[in-house]
């Protein structure tokens, strides 16, 4: 899930302040479950531009998905010719999808933070950070790339103190944990595996994933 959190209103305000007419963009997956971008945040955003016009609501399923705004925003064709500005709750690539899909002026009105593991509502956790060459078959299901604030990808680094990271002392290296649960799984064998690192020529943005349709 794609965990965002709110802009401060008057930000948001300040990029949309030649907007006479809006419309309000919410988005019913991610950024509801963040409650960054619900029906609830919806409404508090039209209030927040209670000022204006707002000439329309809309919750999107997934508004990153390019198929599912246009579909939903075909009911709204009238509101949308009249549209200053969207407002967008939702993460970057839903914030961008729309722009594309509708050819409108949209405001972002949250900011994206990581692709996040959810224990529960309100406790989202970063555990991948998408590298392409993924470690975890070798790593006991832990990513250093993302556990490690250096993202080591061969570790641990030389600044392992005890079993704790130097750089978050009051954590365990994941170097140490990777160890410790290889070794109880009895494949301590992958720990000496070296990985070669990124790829930087093939692994950088912006990446596109196509298939050939068959
Ligand atoms: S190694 Fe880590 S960052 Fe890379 S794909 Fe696997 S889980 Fe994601
Ligand atoms: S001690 Fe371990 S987790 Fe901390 S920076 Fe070094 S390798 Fe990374």
């Not at 963009?25 to 531009?49: L, N």
């Amino acid at each position: 899930m794609i965990v965002t959190h709110k802009k401060d209103p008057g930000i948001v305000k300040k990029y949309a302040s030649d907007a006479r007419r809006v419309i309000i963009v919410g988005c019913s997956e991610c950024a509801a479950v963040c409650r960054t971008g619900g029906s609830e945040q919806v409404k508090e955003m039209a209030e927040i531009f209670s000022d204006r016009e707002v000439l329309a609501t809309i919750s999107i399923e997934s508004p990153c998905d390019k198929r599912v705004s246009a579909r939903d925003f075909k009911r709204l064709e009238e509101e949308l010719s009249r549209a200053d500005a969207l407002i967008a709750l939702t993460c970057g690539s839903g914030a961008q999808a729309i722009a594309e899909v509708t050819g409108k002026r949209v405001v972002a009105a949250l900011d994206t933070d990581f692709l996040g593991m959810v224990e529960r509502l309100g406790r989202f956790f970063e555990r991948c950070s998408h590298c392409g060459e993924c470690l975890l078959n070798e790593t006991a299901m832990l990513c250093p790339v993302t556990l490690c604030p250096k993202g080591v990808r061969n570790g641990p680094c030389e600044g392992i103190k005890g079993s704790r990271c130097e750089v978050y002392e009051d954590r365990d290296c994941v170097w140490y944990t990777i160890y410790r649960r290889l070794e109880e799984r009895g494949e301590l064998d992958l720990f000496t595996v070296y990985h070669e690192p990124v790829d930087w020529s093939v692994c950088h943005s912006p990446r596109e994933a196509i298939w050939e349709r068959s």
